[in-house]
């Protein structure tokens, strides 16, 4: 089927999603049936808006580079659609979009929204009869994905959570004075981005203690661990996931706001669960206690991302092109792991299988206050090879599109 | 003269005050005067202790992986020694413990108390009489040394910094929702640290506002600029050093605390300056805001460390060693940029020209919210080159020493 190529990011960015844009992109514009390749600026909201940028007019080494950029190139958004057989508004502007520059092909790249994002437009063009065939692209640090044996994004994120532990378990230790070092790693219902600390433990510099959002978090059972660990070694580092919670479910960082509430001056409490943990750890445990909040940091290092990473976030826009223009349609590119030695098959899954169900961390792979060696052989491989990238003035050289619109 | 060499490192740590120590490891060992070579745990502390262990057992393999170790890898302290002519306690003890090992050469390698440190153990010893070379190795990341160009530590910081600013700038401004990112980098009195993050600016992807202690804050005057950026950009990313102070010289950071301290409940205000200026900036702008503090990441970073600060770090440990064998003492290893094409060279300064003087960036060089090119030329040929270093697992090899007591 002739026609052009639309394709769009979503959700929160990461150190490669920029590398499947650039593996949709070669090989759509490698593609005697794509008639033009085009971008949407900020996801959905750009097809509802009418932002479409010409990626053929880019230059291709530029487009090359998006390997080796972080953040999403063509913009993100955060957009929820309705359900196309509840409100079509959205879906008949979109489908408007589609015809106007006769897009047959489209890709979305992003996590559990995107796919859902994704397989509504899905399902609504061919309710109303379009012929267009609609690919989801896996993108998300969090690995929560399922459907799939990880997520593109989440080996580089992995790798340098894993390489910043390893630093800041020697600086934390310097002293003989003695230090608690809480740091406090993204995941709100996934603890898959924490327990990649686990990856610098096992080279024996690393947290002490590692808290998921998988289990119930205590906190006097969690100042006892520290104060007895501390005790022995005048150093205690422990890493939590932002989405710890107690038995009731609250999160731990919501007690910091809760506190705020009750405050009659108004102070808002402005440090995050980090700076709330150390605040109630130096409390118990009168040690010098630091807290840090990795930010937005873990998720855009591309400087220290997974060349295993990048290399499959690129096959994984490669496929769902090649595979849509075999016929596929409504299907999210998924990868498969080998037995034996690590290899990763790209394999495609229903849309509606891996949108909107979260994949957490096996309970029987969590220890209390840490992780088994499953996981350890689960992440390690997804964590290889530093990235081959350009530099210009020993920084990073990332790509600069054009963005001329469509 | 025939003797002991012993080495220690006090201070923050940064990415290669290791490589210093390395650099004046080998030189000692290689050298037929040295009868052993030592290192001091936890710097003067251990000498005080009696915490001395002999580098000459180390693995010469593990000592070369010195070079891309972050932190101190024979401890730190922040221990400081009285006025030998006033209180000579400390002094007697770290004489009868040079005389025990027969230490005839001392080198201290660390920031501007490490230089009074040794300063002060020098002066001492030649009052007493005991022939002993002490020489100051230049380590921060502060790069507030007074006498030398730069120094050792600041590079590899600079490089991170920038490196990090580039990232978060493309992932902050990934959304067309808008946002505003604070951003805390270290540097109490002086903003080198700071002012790195111009490099990313000039990349086109860094902070459009950059604010250093060199001169005072004013808070009405900030709000003002970055709404204005903010209107017209929809995003705006300011980097702001920790010691950013009013014109009373009041810290921002503790107006948080001042904050707190009205508090009737006694709650207390748990984020930093970051935190802070983003609330503030919240209120006023309306806008999604955040605050990310780099801590103690920009210490350490090892993996993005500048193959030119590591290489000048070693130098640097090098050269102090071979003038302590030539007969010079009493001083600090300082650098000394050429004219032209970048090139540094090695000097000696007397240890009292160094020590207790925080050198800043020159007023000239600072622009309302930013820096002139004469200091993105000053700070560019400081972070060229990545770090040439091994990996295992993809992962930092670390060197990992065995302490045996001398």
């Known amino acids: 089927m002739k026609g052009s190529c639309l394709i769009g990011q979503s959700g929160g960015p990461s150190a490669v999603i920029n590398s499947s844009a650039y593996g949709a992109v070669a090989a759509a514009l490698d593609a005697p049936d794509v008639t033009r390749v085009l971008g949407a600026r900020h996801g959905v909201k750009g097809i509802l808006d ?3 940028f ?49 897009v047959r092909y489209f890709f ?7 796919m859902d994002t994704c397989e509504k437009v899905g399902r609504y063009m061919k309710k109303v009869g379009y012929d267009c065939r609609v690919m989801g692209i ?7 994905l399922s459907g799939t044996d990880h997520c593109p994004g989440y080996g580089s994120a992995a790798r340098y959570i894993a390489t910043t532990c390893m630093e800041v378990s020697l600086d934390m230790r310097v002293y003989d004075t003695g230090a608690i070092t809480i740091m406090e790693i993204m995941g709100r219902n996934a603890g898959w981005l924490t327990a990649s600390s686990a990856l610098a433990s096992e080279k024996g510099a690393g947290p002490d203690l590692i808290y998921l959002p998988e289990t119930d978090f205590d906190m006097d059972a969690f100042l006892a661990r520290v104060s007895e660990i501390y005790k022995k070694q005048n150093s205690v580092f422990v890493a939590v996931s932002e989405g710890i919670h107690d038995g009731d479910g609250t999160l731990i960082s919501e007690y910091a706001s809760k506190n705020a509430e009750k405050d009659a001056f108004g102070h808002v409490q402005l440090g ?3 700076a709330y943990l150390a605040h109630i750890t130096k409390d118990a445990t009168k040690a010098k206690v630091r807290g840090i909040e990795l930010s937005l940091l873990q998720r855009c290092a ?4 997974s060349q295993t990473d990048i290399d499959e976030a690129r096959r994984a826009g490669e496929f769902a092109v090649l595979s849509a223009l075999e016929g596929k349609t409504g299907c999210m590119v998924a990868f498969r792991r080998g037995d034996g030695e690590y290899s990763c098959e790209t394999v495609l899954i229903p849309l509606a299988e891996a949108a909107n169900y979260e994949k957490k961390i096996p309970l029987e792979w969590i220890t209390d206050g840490g992780v088994t060696q499953d996981f350890i052989d689960y992440a390690k491989p997804l964590v290889q090879g530093g990235p081959d990238r350009r530099l ?15």
Chains 1, 2 share one sequence.
Not at 108 to 114: A, K
Not at 138 to 144: F, H, Q, V
Not at 302 to 305: D, R, V
Not at 396 to 402: D, E, I, Q, T, W
Request: net charge negative; glycine share 6%.
């Open 50 to 52: 009418d932002d479409i």
């Open 272 to 274: 995050g669960l980090a």
């Open 54 to 102: 010409d990626l053929g007019a880019e230059d291709r080494e530029e487009l090359r580079l998006l390997q080796n950029t972080p953040s999403s190139a063509f913009g993100s958004c955060r957009y929820k659609l309705a359900d196309p057989d509840k409100d079509d508004r959205d879906f008949r502007r979109i489908l408007e979009i589609f015809k106007k520059y006769d």
């Open 108 to 114: 979305y790249i992003g996590g559990n929204d995107s």
């Open 302 to 305: 591309a400087h220290c991302a």
């Open 138 to 144: 896996p993108k998300t640090i969090d690995n929560d």
């Open 392 to 406: 210009e003035d020993s920084l990073p050289r990332f790509a600069h599109l054009k963005y001329v619109r469509a």
